[in-house]
T-cell receptor, first 112, second 110 residues
Framework: DAGITQSPRHKVTETGTPVTLRCHQTENHRYMYWYRQDPGHGLRLIHYSYGVKDTDKGEVSDGYSVSRSKTEDFLLTLESATSSQTSVYFC???????????FGSGTRLTVV | EDQVTQSPEALRLQEGESSSLNCSYTVSGLRGLFWYRQDPGKGPEFLFTLYSAGEEKEKERLKATLTKKESFLHITAPKPEDSATYLCAVQDGRDDKIIFGKGTRLHILP
């Protein structure tokens, strides 16, 4: 993938624990996004960033927070994981202009 | 309210059997319509952007077209490697919000 990596690829965690997912890009893109993908739903935007320390909420932001201290890194934190947050999480960069998004390979998170 | 509806949900075709996938949308003002391909266990991969009615884009066996209310992804003489989920997304020109459809799962039988 064009310089975007997500970690971990898979994670199982217990209800009530905090979880942090990482997205790292080497493309120097200003915009970064976190989406979740669930059966029966399209990709839904959780949070996005338009620069270092500049972030905003998407349509499903409750229970999630983000941070961006460097251009290349965008962190998604589930403050206290719940079973409803079991999902596949995708990070994306770009999305401004004709080239569309470039997505990472995803993190499959299971909350038990 | 902005909406994106893709049909059919799933489609099985024989190798070489051409068909079309549909993406209908409701948006205040279309800034762009995007098509992505997603393979199992991977992130979506960008295919096309369309901006205005009448526009067409092609890539190998795929051709995307756009009208004022819908887009079609035409697949000509598909091969098994074209099997994937195809996602449509629209960008609202009023607030730049991007909305994804639920996708069409395409399976090409050899």
């Amino acid at each position: 993938d064009a310089g975007i990596t997500q970690s971990p690829r898979h994670k199982v965690t217990e209800t009530g624990t905090p979880v942090t997912l990482r997205c790292h890009q080497t493309e120097n893109h200003r915009y970064m996004y976190w989406y979740r993908q669930d059966p029966g739903h399209g990709l839904r935007l959780i949070h996005y960033s338009y620069g270092v320390k500049d972030t905003d909420k998407g349509e499903v932001s409750d229970g999630y927070s983000v941070s961006r201290s460097k251009t290349e890194d965008f962190l998604l934190t589930l403050e206290s994981a719940t079973s409803s947050q079991t999902s596949v999480y995708f990070c994306a960069i770009g999305g401004q202009g004709a080239e569309g998004y470039t997505f990472g390979s995803g993190t499959r998170l299971t909350v038990v | 309210e902005d909406q994106v509806t893709q049909s059919p949900e799933a489609l099985r075709l024989q190798e070489g059997e051409s068909s079309s996938l549909n993406c209908s949308y409701t948006v205040s003002g279309l800034r762009g319509l995007f098509w992505y391909r997603q393979d199992p266990g991977k992130g979506p991969e960008f295919l096309f952007t369309l901006y205005s009615a009448g526009e067409e884009k092609e890539k190998e066996r795929l051709k995307a077209t756009l009208t004022k209310k819908e887009s079609f992804l035409h697949i000509t003489a598909p091969k098994p490697e074209d099997s994937a989920t195809y996602l449509c997304a629209v960008q609202d020109g009023r607030d730049d919000k991007i909305i994804f459809g639920k996708g069409t799962r395409l399976h090409i039988l050899p």
